[in-house]
């Protein structure tokens, strides 16, 4: 069965600081991974997504996620932290379903 | 281009009682899913539909059911509310890209907060 696993439950980090959010997954095949972000009261936003090729991919917002089959990660890196970057963030992986993990609040101070 | 919307946005209902939420696709989606979001947890899997028809289901009783339209909006309905059902629920539509795999991108609605008493 697919799984996510998100271990840091609160990540606090200054503005202008660099940020990297940990993923790892459990999946028998190769996986397509996301990462979504939620504002309080909001919805899910997808931040980008890792289906097949380029290791390093993109997203929206001057994120960043790196697939590492190896070490079964898909971590979120920014180089620098905006203040509106505060808001919880989800890493999640589809097989037949979408499987999300619990979820890692970030929060910028500044 | 219209995004995926959910009505209503709040609702507090009673145990035991029952209870129908709505979702709009995102125009020229024909998939809709639906999620459960409990209080400090990531969003779990419900169901899924797929041109009106049920595409999968996550591990929940079938208490939780749902519809699909022609339209491919949709809506969950929930018989017999226990207090544990309180919760956001997510709705999400996309298109599928192809391949066994069903895997594409979704997007999301503002959810609807359900709460229990």
């Known amino acids: 069965a697919q799984s996510v696993t998100q271990p840091d439950i609160h990540i606090t980090v200054s503005e202008g600081a660099s940020l990297e959010l940990r993923c790892n997954y459990s999946?028998?095949?190769?996986?397509?991974l996301f990462w979504y972000v939620q504002s309080p009261g909001q919805g899910l936003q997808l931040l980008l997504k890792?289906?097949?090729?380029?290791?390093l991919v993109q997203g929206i917002k001057g994120f960043e996620a790196e697939f590492k089959r190896s070490q079964s990660s898909f971590n979120l890196r920014k180089p620098s932290v905006h203040w509106s970057d505060a808001a919880e963030y989800f890493c999640?992986?589809?097989?037949?379903?979408?499987?999300f993990g619990a979820g890692t609040i970030l929060r910028v101070k500044s | 281009e219209t995004g995926v919307t959910q009505s209503p946005t709040h609702l507090i209902k009673t145990r035991g009682q029952q209870v129908t939420l709505r979702c709009s696709s995102q125009s020229g989606h024909n998939t809709v899913s639906w999620y459960q979001q409990a209080l400090g947890q990531g969003p779990q899997f419900i169901f899924q539909y797929y041109r009106e028809e049920e595409n999968g289901r996550g591990n929940f009783p079938p208490r939780f059911s749902g519809l699909q339209f022609p339209n491919y909006s949709s809506e969950l309905n929930v018989n017999a509310l226990e207090l544990d059902d309180s919760a956001l629920y997510l709705c999400a539509s996309s298109f599928p890209t192809g391949g066994e795999q069903i895997s594409y991108e979704q997007y999301f609605g503002p959810g609807t907060r359900l709460t229990v008493t």
């Open positions: 890792y289906f097949s090729g380029d290791t």
């Open positions: 999946y028998g095949a190769t996986p397509y």
């Open positions: 999640a992986v589809e097989g037949n379903k979408l499987v």
